[in-house]
């Protein structure tokens, strides 16, 4: 699951999806993740893929703020070393969330070689992932708007 950083809060109930028959590749997400980026309180679903106890993709559907995590996110060690921004476009959180569960979905072994996890690439199964994926969006909608409810308590900026 997503590295937790000191004075992050989550909301939701998680999810972890096997993307490999062993599970060693493995997608997860937190419905809400409220963290502080330059004294503004943001915050939405965070989608990850990770390799064993290693999260190689992170993508941080936080609306204007939201960003995504590749090459390797823990193996560089700096949030800011993997940061990159969504596509032009892709600003609100639904977007953010399709975005991101389509490159799940259709580059999940290109970006997983990026990221210097060529084997994990090798063995994720299309089917797992598949459904994965639509496990995902699936829990979403089950969990609700708690990024609305966030913003209602003054825990992030609308």
């Known amino acids: ?4 950083l000191p004075g992050e809060t989550y909301r939701g109930a998680g999810l972890h ?3 490999s028959p062993d599970g060693q590749v493995a997608a997860y997400v ?9 004294g503004q309180g943001c915050g939405g679903p965070t989608i990850g893929v990770e ?6 993709l992170r993508f941080d559907c936080h609306d204007a703020l939201g960003h995504w995590h590749g090459g390797g996110y823990d193996r560089l060690e700096r949030p800011r070393d993997s940061h990159r921004e969504f596509p ?9 969330v399709d975005w ?3 490159q799940i979905e259709q580059k999940s072994r290109e970006l997983l070689e990026e990221a210097e996890h060529g084997e994990a690439a090798q063995v994720l199964e299309p089917a797992m992932v598949h459904s994965a994926v639509e496990a995902i969006r699936s829990h979403l909608e ?17």
């Open 51 to 56: 390799v064993g106890n290693e999260e190689v």
């Open 17 to 19: 999806m096997p993307l």
């Open 30 to 38: 937190w419905p809400l993740r409220i963290l502080n980026v330059q």
């Open 142 to 158: 089950q969990e609700g708007d708690l990024r609305s409810k966030a913003i209602a308590e003054h825990l992030i900026a609308p």
């Open 1 to 4: 699951m997503a590295t937790k």
């Open 100 to 102: 991101a569960l389509q």
């Open 88 to 96: 032009e476009g892709v600003q609100r959180v639904a977007d953010q």
